[in-house]
């Protein structure tokens, strides 16, 4: 049955509502979930399904409370958990996420979703890798996208173990299998990289005036969303969340005046009201032309990382299959270079001091003092609540959701040099980013 086709049976409804968040098309999954709802209010299958809808919607909280009254009242399942866990962890709930993904693996032990959600939370046990190994020499038990979940679980889990043959025999295994599934193409988004650089000078537009925008942007994984956290601990400050709001319009609007009406009519009130705003994409690095324009006083926060270090940790994680790179060392190292190629154009064309650049190394080796340096660039006071990023109390719903819930982690530093030994084709695509 296609994603299209109705789905009469409450069976079909959750089903394709778990197909259709998974293929990114939150708004109809929900009416599938809901669907399914109707037709079996007793099943908690249904009710996962519209968490995940719902979350994927930006609704998290509504999602937890939906799922927490439905889990009181329906028979316990696997998915249910699992979807609590989820939403459990991105609201900085670890212990209560842990629980939540072992409750449904006691329920399904095939639940690899479940698995998966455990090891991005960290510190996997001995029996928690135990019986990932289990399921591993089992694949007959598995569909390809449950083990896709196990084997990105099992890279995490090796990593963090210090087997790191093994751990990267997982990533090769999973890149293998998701490669097939990549819904992009390396020389379009390569030419879009060449597309953005700076056609000329870098002047700056006619558009709002406002200096409330922060666009903080970079590679996947070079530690945007740790900026982004210790930006929205000051009380000044509050963050959109991973949007591409600013580019989806960019594409639209008629002029930079248009551009800026039509960015900030979707902010919340508490964005309105704040004296600055945190907008973290990856995109964001394709749009500065257009944010110059546009907003011409917002705020450019650049995010750098080794490049071994960035696209080591980019080829061992679970992304979605409509990133810019394929899920090969190759095609990112390709992808990196073009990235550092335009980050470099526009470097040498802004005036000084109009882009901040900030060095994940520098905040591992000099923390406060990059962070004072980030808040007056940004035009904020200092307050001490930076550097107790990992206490915000905010969603965080990036592949970095653990790690900026914990003080710094200085680990990831130089962690590429543990798997040297596989580098090779990274490095050569890699040239002399």
Known sequence: ??????????????????????????????????????????????????????????????????????????????????????????????????????????????????????????????????????????????????????????????????????????????????????LGDERAELLRLARATPSGPSGTGVGDMTEAPIFVFGMPRSGTSLVEQILSSHPEVCALGETEVFAREAALAPDAEALAAAYRVGWSQDARSALRVVDKSLGNLLEIGAIRRALPRAKLVHVRRNPLDCALSCFFRFFSDDMPFAPDLPSIGRYFRGYAELMGSWRAALPTGVMHEVEYERIVADFEGTARALLDYCGLGWDPRCLNFHAAPREVRTASLAQVRRPLYRGAVGHARKYEAYLGPLKEALGSS
């Open 1 to 182: 049955m296609s994603l299209t086709e109705d789905a009469p049976s409450f069976e079909a409804n959750a089903e394709r509502a778990e197909a259709l968040v998974d293929a990114g098309r939150p708004a109809e999954a929900l009416a599938f979930a809901e669907a399914a709802v109707r037709l079996d209010p007793r099943r908690a299958e249904g009710f996962a399904a519209r968490a995940r809808a719902l979350r994927a919607l930006g609704q998290g909280a509504a999602a937890l409370a939906d799922l927490d009254a439905a889990n009181a009242r329906t028979p316990a399942t696997a998915p249910a958990h699992d979807a609590r866990g989820v939403l459990l962890s991105e609201a900085g709930r670890l212990d209560e996420a842990r629980a939540a993904f072992s409750m449904a693996l006691s329920l399904d032990r095939c639940f690899t979703r479940a698995h998966f959600g455990l090891a991005m939370l960290g510190d996997v046990t001995v029996d928690q890798l135990a019986a990932m190994e289990a399921l591993a020499v089992e694949p007959e038990r598995l569909d390809e996208r449950q083990r896709l979940f196990l084997l990105y679980a099992l890279v995490k889990a090796y990593d963090e173990a210090g087997d790191f043959a093994r751990a990267f025999a997982a990533a090769e295994a999973g890149a293998r299998l998701r490669r097939p599934r990549w």
